[in-house]
T-cell receptor, first 112, second 116 residues
Framework: AQTVTQSQPEMSVQEAETVTLSCTYD???????LFWYKQPPSRQMILVIR??????QNATENRFSVNFQKAAKSFSLKISDSQLGDAAMYFC?????????FGAGTTVTVRA | DTGVSQNPRHKITKRGQNVTFRCDPI?????LYWYRQTLGQGPEFLTY????????KSRLLSDRFSAERPKGSFSTLEIQRTEQGDSAMYLC??????????????FGPGTRLTVL
């Protein structure tokens, strides 16, 4: 089975500090896409950032950036200058043909 | 600009009853997906439509589950003879086919099903 693993069930960060969420995945494909989604409590899932596997450059979206290591099949998310609104469950996902395979998620709490 | 909408948002039913959920995708999106998410877990793929054609179904989708997307617009997911194990959040997502195998999926708020 092709899986996505998020080894950190919970992470806590002080407001304005940086936190890094880890994600590893398994795939037999050479071309695929990776995503980080954010799911606030009782709210819908929204896309944070997307990475195409054929691109060597790491994706960045404002305070969110990734460290994509293709050979190691690793895809970590860094949240810089954390804000209270960043508190949520974060899911790493990998494309598998047209569907997405998700990890179990990491709950991020932000301390004021 | 409206996103993906799902109705109802919550459904409580008794075991053995049938339930139907509706998903309205973003208007120009031709791909539609259903996922199931249990508490504390990531979503799991159930099924996928390209326009009105259902192209893939997960093994999670037992014979009691059926999904349709008439005319390639909204979609419905029906569960017959519900069981307590069906209790979960049912998520719908849609995307626009740019000709790539993978395009960004946009999720709805989900329908939370509780089977008593």
């Amino acid at each position: 089975a092709q899986t996505v693993t998020q080894s950190q069930p919970e992470m806590s960060v002080q407001e304005a500090e940086t936190v890094t969420l880890s994600c590893t995945y398994d795939t037999s494909e050479s071309d695929y896409y990776l995503f980080w989604y954010k799911q606030p409590p009782s709210r819908q899932m929204i896309l944070v950032i997307r990475q195409e596997a054929y691109k060597q450059q790491n994706a960045t979206e404002n305070r969110f950036s990734v460290n994509f290591q293709k050979a190691a099949k690793s895809f970590s998310l860094k949240i810089s200058d954390s804000q209270l609104g960043d508190a949520a469950m974060y899911f790493c996902a990998r494309s598998n043909d047209y569907k997405l395979s998700f990890g179990a998620g990491t709950t991020v709490t932000v301390r004021a | 600009d409206t996103g993906v909408s799902q109705n109802p948002r919550h459904k409580i039913t008794k075991r053995g009853q049938n339930v139907t959920f509706r998903c309205d995708p973003i208007s120009e999106h031709n791909r539609l997906y259903w996922y199931r998410q249990t508490l504390g877990q990531g979503p799991e793929f159930l099924t996928y439509f390209q326009n009105e054609a259902q192209l893939e179904k997960s093994r999670l989708l037992s014979d009691r589950f059926s999904a349709e997307r008439p005319k390639g617009s909204f979609s419905t997911l029906e569960i017959q003879r519900t069981e307590q194990g069906d209790s979960a959040m049912y998520l719908c997502a849609s995307s626009l086919d740019w000709g790539s195998a993978t395009d960004t999926q946009y999720f709805g708020p989900g329908t939370r099903l509780t089977v008593l």
